[in-house]
């Protein structure tokens, strides 16, 4: 069974194809790449699979059940976890209480209106230690804008793991970075187990190159080439509209 | 922190005695406006401040219940039977709100929850039989729950600062519970809340509920306080008056609303008294809150507060500093 099948996938915006026939399929554990150079429909690619758009017809499979038509919220229950690119995040909040929200998410808590959610001693705990994990267990209470970018990619990462993901989607992890956050957030992936899927965007090919077991190119909405790293690579169509000549 | 109760302590005890010490029935009476007024604010500022949805047809929904306490009673029902249908009635019509106008958000929920009151307001108007259309519906009597009889203006306060007191307690308790998390998190990255697992429209249905209960609560108190409900309380000013106190007073805290309600009541009863034009006074001060302290009175306040407190802690520092830096 895979972790994630996606089915002759389609998606316009009017006569603007977007996501072309899509087919994917990531096997448990694996760690894919998905590369394309901008407007690939990449990130459409991943709103499609967390449900914040629709297709227009094919189908996508979770772990061997049929998510279709299971709306967004419903997908984070069965195992589904992202990042955006674009950071989002609770910006009056503190870090901790960023990643209190990811907790409570998935938890029947969250329709409580009547307990103290500061003093529920086990989120804040696991909170604590998904903050840890990331690096930034010292300063879990700072204001969330008083963080710096680097910081800010961490906190959207402990977000993600604190809801321990099957499958985990990565969109631009590295975006932003400077050489040494690159690193931690590397070192940070590494780290995850292997029974977390991970599908990952990325266009910093350098780390995500050595990351990646398997890469899917897309171009214009189709995917071009898919096959092991060596594959990609070498593919004369990766060259021609990614890697340049 | 300790400050911080020690404040509150104070403002109860002063709310407890204010009948003994206040100069006379007329600002007990105005103290008893004060504080249901506060309770509709804090009502509206459950959407306004802590989801993120402005309504502008909250009287519409505070007029329902007003009269609909009032035709009970016309009917010849008990003051029970009717307080408690007219809370329902209120919560019904919320409901109804909720279900059209959280369709969208922004603009959008601001010009549905507009119309929608525009719509009670002429119902209130025209529907004569039910109404009285102009001349409105008088309530004769006030109830007397466990022998108090609210006729007095004393007792009809402390009856008001019982039910604030509950409404800002059970405020608090949302606030900084789960849900109340939930629903600042709807307010500031609803996307993201929905990818991580919540039922963004659920919370905020939730939410259009408690908000109409804390509106039909304020309601019950004003019919009975002015005995009288005309459709002028639908009107769009009386919407537009409450997200006023909302906003004036610091929408998405929990004392800004109550701050709100006491300075819209007072300039209108009390000040009204004085000067003719109170209505270009009101403006003028809320002119100068927005560019004062756009956050409003309570977090502008603290703010300053705080500059103020962290200068005189830096003078202090740096006085006998300033000779130790040249040995």
């Known amino acids: 069974m895979s972790a994630l099948t996606v089915t002759n996938l389609c998606k316009s915006f009017g006569g603007l194809h977007v996501t072309t026939n899509v087919n994917l399929n990531v096997e448990p554990g694996e760690r894919r790449l998905i590369i394309g150079p901008n407007g690939a429909g990449k990130t459409t690619l991943f709103n499609l699979i967390t449900g914040e758009l629709t297709p227009d017809s094919g189908s996508i499979e979770l772990l061997g059940q049929d998510i279709t038509r299971v709306p967004s919220r419903r997908r984070a229950h069965l195992g589904m976890a992202r990042t955006y690119q674009i950071i989002t995040l609770f910006g009056r909040d503190t870090i901790i209480h960023n990643v209190t929200l990811a907790l409570l998410g998935l938890s029947s808590a969250r329709w409580n209106p009547l307990i103290d959610l500061k003093r529920q001693g086990h989120f804040v705990e696991h909170a604590q230690a998904a903050l840890e994990r990331v690096g930034l267990g010292n300063i879990a209470n700072r204001p969330l804008g008083q963080t710096s970018y680097g910081e800010r990619r961490r906190v959207e990462i402990a977000m993600a793991l604190t809801q321990n993901p099957k499958v985990l989607l990565l969109d631009e992890p590295f975006a932003g970075l400077s050489i040494d956050e690159r690193r931690d957030v590397h070192q940070l992936l590494l780290a995850i187990p292997r029974d977390v899927t991970i599908v990952m965007i990325e266009h910093n090919m350098d780390v995500a190159l050595e990351f990646a077991e398997r890469i899917t190119l897309l171009h214009f909405g189709e995917v071009i080439v898919e096959g092991n790293r060596a594959e990609v690579v070498a593919d004369p169509r990766t060259r021609e509209v990614y890697l340049g000549h | ?327």
């Open chain 2, 1 to 327: 922190m300790s400050q911080r109760i020690f404040a509150l302590l104070v403002a109860f005890v002063v709310l407890v005695t204010l009948p003994y010490w206040m100069a006379g029935v007329y600002y007990v009476n105005v103290a008893s406006q004060i504080l249901f007024y506060a309770i509709f604010a804090i009502g509206l500022n459950v959407l306004a401040g802590y989801g993120g949805l402005v309504s502008l047809g909250h009287a519409g929904l505070f007029g329902v219940t007003a009269y609909a306490t009032g035709y009970m009673l016309q009917l010849g029902f008990g003051h029970t039977v009717s307080i408690i249908a007219a809370l329902i009635v209120g919560l019904i019509a919320m409901a109804i709100y909720a279900l059209l106008s959280l369709r969208s958000t922004g603009i959008g929920f601001i010009m549905i929850t507009l119309a929608l009151g525009e719509i009670l307001w002429g119902l209130a108007y025209r529907w004569i039989s039910l109404t009285g259309g102009d001349n409105g519906l008088s309530v004769k009597t006030r109830p007397e729950p466990f022998g108090f009889p609210l006729a007095d203006a004393n007792t009809f306060y402390y009856a008001t600062l019982v039910v604030f007191l509950l409404s800002l307690a059970a405020m608090t308790i949302f606030v900084r519970s789960p849900l109340g998390a939930a629903l600042m998190g709807t307010r500031d990255q609803p996307r993201r809340m929905t990818t991580l697992g919540y039922h963004v429209w659920a919370i905020r249905f939730y939410a259009c509920i408690f908000s109409g209960l804390l509106t039909a609560v304020s309601a019950v108190l004003f019919v009975y306080y002015t005995q009288f409900i005309s459709p002028q309380t639908l009107a769009l000013t009386s919407s537009a008056e409450v997200l006023l106190m909302v906003i004036s007073g610091g929408a998405g805290t929990l004392l800004g609303p109550i701050v709100g309600s006491a300075l819209v009541v007072v300039v209108k009863t009390v000040v009204s008294g004085y000067i003719e034009r109170w209505n270009f006074l009101l403006g003028a001060i809320f002119v100068a809150i927005v560019i004062l302290m756009p956050e409003g009175l309570v977090p502008g306040s603290v703010r300053l507060w705080r500059m103020a407190w962290r200068k005189r802690e830096r003078r202090a520092s740096t006085l006998p500093g300033g000779a130790e830096a040249n040995p």
